[in-house]
């Protein structure tokens, strides 16, 4: 069965169909040639759907597209233009910082290239080069599953199970995130230092500071009372998206007053479509994992890793090289969805910390979505920004090595990922 399924999805994948429903398809066929039966699908499904800690999700989906449209990335650029000030590289810098202030409020990474390549890629291209312009907007757009909330480890410790915590997930990404942030920042000083582009910017000033800070500080409280109260056991991850949607319908309408009331149905019509795209897959997959659970392919798979290596770190390499080659050509949603309940388990056979694992995990596949052929950010931001594949990827590439870069210091470095989870008391 699990040979068919793997055969069936290629061949649908290839021809076109989208990935949830030749995950289903493929299932179904599997599963009409075998003796457990057509019936076993919808009680699969439905079984996969109906969680509570899965209506985290869509909350985080709406509250984020709220957010976006209530006008607080103008806000975010602001402060960040304040806090750079004149410098070579301003434009850039206030980019990567806008991007992780998005990322603190949002946890995906579309919404936020595209928020961020509508509003700052005509500057960018005016003080650059396009495919550089271009490149900027796709790193800091990249942000968004890395830095708590995020959508991505939502549905990893979903996937993972009780061994895994949504709050253990988010702390696990704040220091690399920062790391993240500043070597990107670092790497545009050094690029346009290179080919000589003029300072941007408004003149540092205190004052200005101090009341682009006031004019934020709202905003930035979500992220404090949101994760603040997931991590510190106030509200579970469902109730806490719930408060974002609150929050962020507050700033919209009373703080910012960017937000009206028609702009709703086109707000939630966006959020229901990416919520089912999501659902679609988490529903189809769980038959396609139950099938695979049939046929021992986790045990077979378990007992072929380590007849490889024994060593954790090498387990950890294999899978990093396997996500570097899924995450070019999968959605990460559906390699989440696939992979998980079939590598989580062998990490902890091979005694590796969950949330070292996890992190790790998502980082792979966060940096899948900058990767051709099938990196989605880069879609929107070549859509957006009108520029081919080809010439943003060249621009690009400095900054994917640099997130690899971080890939490996955490692998090797464990305390990188977990040292913050473990002080708030998640895990051993």
């Known amino acids: 069965m699990s040979l068919g399924i793997f055969l069936g999805f290629l061949l649908l994948g290839v021809i076109g169909m989208p990935i949830a429903f030749s995950l289903g398809f493929a299932a179904m066929v599997a599963l ?5 039966g057509l019936a076993i699908i919808p009680q699969r499904m439905m079984h996969a759907v109906n969680s509570f800690p899965l209506m985290s999700i869509p909350f985080f989906i709406l509250a984020g597209e709220l957010m976006v449209k209530a006008g607080i990335v103008e806000r975010l650029i602001e402060l960040a233009n304040a806090v750079v000030g004149r410098v070579r590289g301003g434009l850039a810098h206030v980019t990567m ?46 942000l968004g599953p890395i830095i708590p909330p995020s959508g991505a480890m939502i549905v990893y410790a979903f996937m993972a199970g009780p061994s895994v915590s949504v709050g253990g997930m988010f702390m696990a990404g704040v220091v690399p995130g920062i790391l993240i942030t500043t070597g990107f920042m670092l790497l545009c000083t050094w690029y346009v230092g290179r080919r000589g582009y003029p300072a941007t910017g408004d003149a540092f000033s205190f004052r200005n500071v101090f009341v682009q800070l006031r004019r934020s500080f709202i905003i930035f409280m979500m992220p404090v009372v949101v994760i603040g109260g997931i991590v510190g056991g106030a509200f579970t991850a469902t109730e806490g998206s719930a408060i974002a949607v609150v929050y962020a319908l507050v700033i919209g309408f009373a703080v910012t007053r960017r937000l009206r009331l028609a702009d709703l149905p086109e707000i939630l019509l966006r959020s229901a479509i990416t919520t089912a795209m999501v659902g679609a897959l988490i529903a189809f997959a769980s038959v396609v994992t139950y099938i695979l659970t049939v046929d021992l392919l986790p045990q077979q798979l378990a007992t072929l890793v380590k007849s490889i290596t024994s060593s954790p770190l090498g387990y950890m390499a294999l899978v990093a090289v396997l996500l570097f080659v899924v995450g070019m050509f999968l959605e990460s949603n559906a390699a989440y969805i696939m992979l998980v309940p079939l590598l989580h388990p062998i990490a902890l ?75 708030l008391g998640y895990g051993a």
């Open 349 to 423: 056979q091979y005694g590796i910390d969950p949330l070292h694992f996890g992190f790790l995990f998502v980082l792979n596949l966060v940096i899948g979505m900058l990767t051709p052929p099938v990196g989605v950010v880069l879609f929107v931001v070549c859509g957006i920004n009108k520029i081919s594949m080809r010439e943003i990827v060249v621009a690009l590439w400095p900054f994917i090595t640099l997130m690899y870069g971080v890939l490996v210091l955490c692998m090797l470095f464990p305390p990188v990922v977990t040292w913050l989870p473990r002080l």
């Open 97 to 142: 910082l806008s991007g992780a202030g998005l990322a603190t409020v949002s946890g995906a990474a579309v919404s936020d290239a595209s928020a961020l390549s509508t509003i700052l890629g005509p500057s960018l291209t005016r003080a650059y080069d396009k495919p550089f312009a271009s490149a900027i907007i796709a790193a800091a757009g990249n």
């Open 32 to 36: 009409a040639f075998s003796d457990v």
